[in-house]
């Protein structure tokens, strides 16, 4: 378990002292915007890499008993997190997670202010309630409580950065998922990142699902649906 806790701190930090405007703007200045993201992605992914090897490595220890109800969870809800994920790093967002630079917020921006922090935790959240065991606990319980804990962090920023310009985001947009929608301060819209969003996330469900998962991770999403 310590390689694990060991991945996880270390996947902690990466998010959050970049994040600090200090030391963003001093990484962005040294080697540009596009290279800055570049390199952060290819670092995200290694240790996001080294968190699941720790994860997979890790003594299996069983805190309830797997269930087709709880695999369903995972199903449901991990591709509606992988969705929120895409969306969010391919639309321009002033006020949170993405890898586009823009004013103008995109059409995920409708439904959440903050979709790449949605997505992990409906991710993390589906595979906690599927894989019941310890493991599977501290990682994606850790990974579920990082992005719930990100939600008034990032207000806060975007508040400080934007000064006079977040009243108008604000009041566009909601934390809570299609909020803002419900309450007739935004309306629901389609642009080009939340579609190639929408056929990435099918494309990529319909592999994991159909052996994918199963080769990467040693576990079948359907088969778990029979136990």
Do not use: C
């Not at 805190?63 to 991990?78: D, F, T």
């Not at 056929?199 to 159909?210: C, D, I, R």
């Amino acid at each position: 378990m310590n390689q694990l806790f060991l991945a996880l701190a270390a996947f902690v930090a990466l998010h959050s002292v970049p994040a600090l405007p200090p030391v963003r703007a001093g990484a962005v200045a040294l080697l540009g915007r596009k290279t800055y993201l570049g390199l952060y992605s290819l670092v995200s992914i290694l240790v996001l890499g080294w968190v699941f090897h720790a994860a997979l490595n890790a003594p299996y220890i069983e805190l309830w008993e797997p269930s087709a109800r709880n695999a369903l969870a995972a199903i449901v809800l991990a591709p509606i997190g992988l969705f929120l994920v895409l969306a969010g790093l391919l639309a321009p967002n002033p006020v949170s997670i993405t890898l586009r630079q823009g004013n103008r917020p995109g059409a995920i921006v409708a439904i959440t202010r903050h979709p790449v922090l949605w997505g992990f935790l409906l991710w993390a959240s589906g595979h906690l309630i599927a894989n019941g065991d310890l493991r599977s606990l501290i990682l994606f319980g850790g990974l579920a409580l990082f992005s719930a804990t990100g939600f008034p962090m990032l207000d806060k920023r975007a508040r400080r950065r934007l000064g006079s310009d977040w009243q108008a985001i604000e009041n566009r947009t909601s934390v809570i998922p299609f909020l803002a929608i419900a309450s007739g301060r935004s309306r629901p819209e389609i642009d080009a990142p939340l579609a190639i969003a929408l056929a990435l996330t099918a494309s990529v469900t319909a592999w994991l699902l159909l052996g994918g998962h199963a080769a990467l991770f040693g576990a079948d999403p359907l088969l778990s649906l029979t136990i």
